[in-house]
């Protein structure tokens, strides 16, 4: 990926360029030294004075007011502020009418910016103050005061805090008077400009030590680049929070949000002062030292998938490559390209107006619909179906051009959404909140509705990452989560009457990537490439989890990696530097899903034989528990040496009736609540209360036992031989009241139990009876 930069043979401007600031994605205006301010149309190529402002103003900074405003679009931005060296903020019209003037600061306003939804701007002075005006141009307050010129501010996502320089310091100041600032040395030189992502909440800044450095929202060092020749003047994040560009003297570089560089232009522009990103992403701008107005668009950017490498060579043009037969098919679109994604055999491509879906089987024929909205911020692929984000809505389409679904939840700001806080799959949508991020709202894709009672997922602190698997069935979806505290936790979207539960899999977790034909997961932990070859296993028996784990040494990858894709048996990841690093998996556990899936039972066992893994014969264990495919796990649970299971496997099998079974399996699983409802709706009371004694809850076993009027006795005596065994005395006020009034005679009720069996087996038999008859008919 680079930036193809292109400049006019003479400036349009006749001094420096201060700022420059986009309307659309045609259209851009600039204000210079030169008291112009131009409007620059790039469909016609024409350029026109907007309006010739007073010798004595010499713009400094211009923003427009954002075109998002509480997720809803306005068709174009009306006004921008524009902030200049004599110390007024101005206000102006797209006409070019100056609405107001107001008296900011003493010295230069050296910025201004709105707030991400309108009502309200900041600016920056050289007299060290910050103040906030309406959207009018009310002062409302001012947020901070220094003896050092602020030469740079910027909002945070929420609009809640503002982040601005302090000579060689970065400041982070909330708008709460009562909350705490937050304030560090970010560099070894004056800093001279900062931006703050929307979508990533990532902090850029770049100043007088010739380096640029990107932060997270808590001021820990992520990324420092080496020293160029001069200062860095510009640095700016791209709309979607993936890419952000750095101006210097005759410098532009292209970088990645983790730091490292795409690409380095040198145009002949002198000092870079401002850099603007159009809307869609595609198209920048910058501010010249010498009168120029330099453009740039991304080009060369690249998508691969299995034996496909697909390459934007032009704006409107891509060429697909198979890597298997050397094959070429070019790709002409009649708009520019926004949006790309290549993933489950098609490649779905946004423009400015349509969405064109290729088969990768068929590179000819596209798939063309009309977009509802122009600016596609995000795409995301599952095997059935795809979503888009377009800033106001998410919206689910098939394959085919169908919209499926359209889900929606208030107060959700689609326009910041990135890849980390949405993830599709087949049946299932899940888009991290973006006001409190600890809840995750689960939708059908179908649908669009909010899975189950409508309630989200609630985590306990907040949630980077939201993972959903890829294949099976709804009623088994997975989520994976890594939080801020890098612990990986996994949990089912749809409960179906259980106690939700979640459980921790993985701690000091990078970064995560389902597999797309069976569900693995892949993940970088604590400086170890780790897969979990069944994470699914917690729910059927957590002490699998550690035996279906494989890990290998990832000090190759380098410092905080990320995984591209895990596609088949094969892991791409991106190293910090920005090379990517291709990992092999080995392919028997993916063969052992697609078995088991199938229930081709005998040719999981034969696979783990074969193999002589322990791994995957833990894995067949817990898979032949989830499916209770009884003798199965027996065979897989002898061969990892887990004998106690294998003897509880055994018990289980010798039960007369399957909802005994059924209700042994689960307590095998640790449900025991659900063991205990399964056992009480099939009247089997008596067994309820037995594991309620095996398992020494004897409050609830008590309990069953009152509430039902049955074997009262049989708990007491149990407890009593517990006391006894122990040599305790009771103490239990329940059990001292009712052993009081009750007899406890070991003959009766052995007797009572051996009823319960034989009431039981006749149960079953008759049961078994009536389906062989049904059978026969």
């Not at 909440?201 to 020749?229: N, Q, T």
């Not at 068929?362 to 009309?370: C, E, K, V, Y």
């Not at 929606?408 to 980390?420: A, F, Y």
């Not at 380098?558 to 894709?565: A, E, G, K, L």
């Amino acid at each position: 990926m680079r930036l193809k930069t292109s400049l006019l043979k003479e400036p349009k401007h006749r001094e420096l360029v201060s700022a420059v600031g986009w309307t659309s994605a045609d259209e851009l205006y600039s204000c210079s030294d030169d008291h112009q301010i131009l409007r620059w149309n790039l469909l016609s190529n024409d350029t026109s004075v907007l309006v010739k402002l007073q010798d004595h103003i010499y713009p400094i900074d211009l923003h427009w007011f954002p075109k998002t405003l509480s997720g809803k679009k306005q068709a174009v931005a009306e006004i921008f502020a524009l902030t200049s060296t004599d110390g007024k903020l101005h206000l102006v019209s797209k006409s070019g009418r100056i609405e107001k003037s107001v008296e900011a600061h003493r010295g230069a306003v050296l910025a201004g910016r709105w707030n991400h939804d309108g009502t309200a701007l900041i600016t920056a002075g050289e007299d060290g103050q910050l103040k906030i005006w309406s959207k009018t141009g009310m002062l409302r307050s001012t947020l901070a005061q220094q003896g050092t010129p602020v030469y740079s501010v910027a909002w945070a996502p929420d609009s809640g805090r503002v982040l601005y320089t302090s000579g060689r310091q970065l400041v982070v100041k909330p708008l709460q008077p009562s909350s705490k600032v937050l304030q560090w040395k970010a560099h070894d030189g004056v800093i001279l400009k900062v931006d703050w992502s929307a979508v990533n909440d990532l902090i850029l800044s770049g100043g007088e030590d010739c380096k640029y450095k990107v932060w997270d929202s808590y001021g820990r060092l992520l990324f420092s680049s080496a020293p160029h020749e001069y200062p860095i003047t510009a640095v700016a994040w791209a709309p979607d929070g993936e890419l952000f560009a750095m101006g210097s003297f005759h410098t532009l570089r292209l970088c990645d949000k983790t730091g490292w560089s795409y690409s380095l232009e040198k145009p002949s522009t002198g000092s870079l002062f401002s850099l603007a990103w159009s809307a869609d992403g595609t198209q920048l701008a910058g501010a010249c030292g010498n009168g120029h107005v330099l453009f740039a668009h991304v080009v060369e950017q690249r998508w691969e998938w299995r034996n496909f490498e697909i390459t934007l060579t032009k704006r409107r043009t891509m060429q697909v490559r198979n890597v298997l037969n050397d094959a070429v098919d070019v790709l002409e679109f009649r708009d520019r390209v926004i949006k790309a994604s290549l993933a489950h055999s098609h490649l779905v491509v946004t423009t400015s107006l349509q969405c064109y879906v290729y088969s990768a089987k068929n590179w000819n024929t596209p798939l063309i619909f009309d977009l509802k909205e122009g600016t596609v911020s995000l795409i995301v692929q599952a095997e059935r179906h795809f979503l888009l984000v377009d800033g106001a809505e998410v919206y689910v389409y098939s394959y085919e051009g169908r919209v499926v679904s359209s889900p929606k939840s208030p107060g959700l700001r689609m326009d910041i959404l990135n890849s980390q806080s949405i993830s599709l799959s087949n049946d299932t949508i899940a888009i991290r909140d973006t006001t409190d991020e600890r809840v995750v709202f689960l939708f059908e894709a179908q649908t669009g509705k909010a899975i189950g009672d409508g309630r989200p997922l609630t985590h306990k602190i907040e949630v980077v990452l939201v993972a959903l698997d890829q294949c099976g069935l709804s009623n088994d979806r997975r989520i994976a989560l890594i939080d801020k505290n890098r612990d990986l936790y996994l949990t089912s979207v749809r409960k179906l009457g259980r106690a939700h539960s979640i459980y921790k899999i993985g701690s000091m977790v990078d970064t995560v990537a389902w597999n797309d034909s069976a569900n693995i997961l892949c993940g970088i932990q604590d400086n170890q490439f780790t897969v979990w070859y069944y994470p699914s296993v917690v729910f059927v028996d957590k002490d699998l989890l550690p035996k279906t784990i494989f890990s290998k040494d990832s000090s190759e990858l380098s410092r905080s990696p990320q995984i591209v894709s895990y596609v088949g048996t094969q892991v791409t990841v991106r190293r910090a530097d920005g090379s990517l690093v291709c990992t092999a998996v080995s392919p028997y556990p993916t063969l052992l899903h697609e078995y088991t899936g199938s229930a081709r039972w005998e040719d999981g066992l034969r696979i783990c034989r074969f193999a002589k893994d322990q791994v995957l014969w833990s894995c067949l264990a817990g898979l032949a528990m989830a499916n209770r495919e009884l003798s199965t796990a027996e065979v897989a649970y002898a061969a990892i040496g887990e004998i106690d299971k294998v003897q509880y496997i055994n018990f289980i099998k010798d039960l007369p009736s399957k909802d005994s079974c059924l209700a042994h399996i689960l307590l095998f699983s640790g449900h025991v609540q659900e063991a205990e409802a399964s056992l009480l709706q099939a009247n089997l009371t008596y067994h309820a209360i037995q594991i309620h004694i095996n398992l020494y809850n004897w409050d609830r076993a008590l309990e069953l036992a009152v509430k039902y009027k049955t074997h009262v006795d049989t708990v007491l005596a149990h407890r009593r031989k517990f006391l006894q065994d122990f040599s305790k005395e009771e103490t239990n006020k329940r059990f001292l009241q009712y052993s009081e009034g009750v007899e406890v005679d070991w003959e009766k009720i052995q007797a009572k139990i051996e009823m319960e069996f034989s009431k039981e087996r006749e149960r079953a038999a008759s049961s078994s009876i009536r389906s062989s008859v049904s059978v026969r008919r």
